[in-house]
């Protein structure tokens, strides 16, 4: 399984980006797909995540800027990101939780990350 992430850049702060994040190989269900981001000296965190049923949940940070939508072949989850700030500066990296034709039970795959720089 190979997640593939693209649409990071270089912005100025109060403009867009869209990210995608297409997962490929032994595919079986896919069930919650997400974005992780970590900014530099910073852990982590959860940006966005959607369930196999469309439900949503974004961390505090990034509510009612950010969507999180899943393309309609299900294996793709985009992140609209709007009104940009400095702080969203970070490398986003997609998730996905995943059961192959493989595996009896789910497994967390990640995607390479790819760099978002807002300058203010």
């Known amino acids: 399984v190979q997640l593939q992430a693209s649409g990071g850049g270089l912005v100025q702060a109060g403009e867009s980006l869209r990210l995608s994040c297409v997962a490929s190989g032994s595919i079986n269900t896919i069930y919650d797909m997400g974005w992780y981001r970590q900014a530099p000296g910073k852990q982590r965190e959860l940006v966005a995540f959607i369930t196999s049923g469309g439900y949503t949940n974004y961390a505090d940070s990034v509510k009612g800027r950010f969507t999180v939508s899943r393309g309609s072949g299900k294996n793709t989850v985009y992140l609209q990101m709007n009104s940009l700030k400095a702080e969203d500066t970070g490398v986003y990296s997609c998730?996905?939780?995943?059961?192959?034709?493989?595996?009896?039970?789910?497994?967390?795959?990640w995607g390479k990350g790819t760099q978002v720089t807002v300058s203010s």
């Open positions: 998730n996905a939780r995943i059961r192959t034709h493989i595996t009896l039970s789910p497994m967390n795959y």
